[in-house]
């Protein structure tokens, strides 16, 4: 039996994105990496790469200039470890 | 996936026109979820600015009923609103040049009077939008475009100014410090009477550049590593002070209100004549 947690859900809003990094630096966990995708204004975008280790703590959401992150915690499940 | 708080902007101009790493869009960000979370109906909030950057958060980004005042001048506009309008939100977001440079006498006789308006004062330490020009809390020494040679003029702590103004609410956060920002302005929009946070914001175009700080991330880490909380200050030395962030409550009180006083006058005569 494994602890219960929320499922979390990170999504970028890929066209508000503006590239300033403050997600990828400030996330405790390193959630987020700069992926090689560049949106139609030429910003390199963050990606989450590690989304079993968020804790859903909301700083990057809270703290995006630009309302790109959004954090979704949805219902209690089981981890299967 | 759309944020659910787009609800609050004005979708068709975004992405914002705010610099990559600016602060005043995490103003905005945290303005729309106390707003989301207070439940207030964006119909009931009128939101005055002047001009500069972050008098772009309510100007045109932030979909409720605007004023775009004159340079400075805000909070006379708002004193207007409320005294007319005295059950809506009057909120003023705007610069540190706006209200402490150019309206800093509205600023400080508003806070006397102690009209029942919520200012957010967004500073980022200079005049950003128009070059870099030194600006009423530009630190000592910091080189501008019309101080090359450094600052010689101290700042004004602008936050401990309203308060001894008079203010029933103020208090200073950094951009850094969102979940307290957040809970200080849920406060500031319910306290009665003026009530005033002042926000240390990025801004690395104009002034993170003039102190070797080219990214937003850099300045806020500046924050997170020179903040002391102002219930520790007395620990502190004053020369070692000089260039910390003092962020907390500075003053809650609850001092009479201007439009209340004012309609009780108004009543008075209303009976007297009947």
């Known amino acids: ?81 | 996936m759309k944020n659910n708080l787009l609800k609050y902007l004005r979708t068709e101009i975004l992405p914002t026109e705010f610099c990559a790493g600016c602060g005043c869009g995490t103003v905005l960000n945290i303005f729309c979820h106390v707003v989301d979370e207070m439940k207030i109906n964006p119909d009931d909030i009128i939101m005055v600015t002047g001009i500069g950057c972050s008098s772009w958060i309510p100007s045109p980004y932030f979909s409720a009923d605007t004023l775009h005042t004159t340079h400075g001048r805000a909070i006379a506009f708002a004193t207007g609103v409320k005294v007319m309008k005295p059950e809506k939100h009057v909120i003023v977001i705007a610069g540190d040049g706006d209200l402490a440079g150019i309206g800093g006498n509205h600023l400080i006789h508003a806070a006397r009077r102690n009209i029942d308006l919520t200012v957010f004062l967004v500073n980022n330490y200079i005049y950003g939008m128009t070059g870099g020009q030194v600006s009423p809390t530009t630190p000592s020494s910091v080189p501008t475009t019309t101080t090359p040679y450094g600052n010689t003029e101290s700042p004004f702590k602008i936050a401990e100014l309203v308060a001894a103004a008079g203010a029933n609410y103020a208090a200073r956060w950094t951009t850094y410090h969102i979940f307290h920002l957040k809970k200080a302005m849920k406060d500031a929009i319910q306290k009665k009477g003026f009530s005033f946070v002042e926000i240390c914001s990025q801004c690395p175009t104009s002034y993170g550049k003039r102190i070797g700080m080219r990214e937003g991330i850099d300045q806020l880490k500046d924050f997170r590593d020179n903040s002391i909380d102002i219930r520790k200050v007395s620990e502190y030395d004053e020369n070692v002070l000089e260039n910390k962030f003092i962020v907390g409550k500075i003053a809650e009180r609850t001092r009479p209100e201007f439009t209340e006083s004012l309609r009780k006058i108004n009543m008075k005569f209303d009976e007297e004549r009947a």
């Open chain 1, 1 to 81: 039996m494994g602890k219960t947690r929320k499922k979390i859900d990170i999504y970028i809003d890929k066209e508000l994105c503006k590239g300033c990094d403050i997600c990828i630096e400030l996330c405790g966990e390193n959630v987020f990496m700069k992926s090689e995708h560049i949106n139609s204004r030429g910003y390199y975008i963050p990606i989450p790469v590690a989304l079993d280790k968020c804790t859903g703590c909301m700083i990057c959401e809270l703290i995006c200039p630009e309302l790109a992150v959004i954090i979704e915690k949805s219902e209690l499940v089981k981890e299967t470890v």
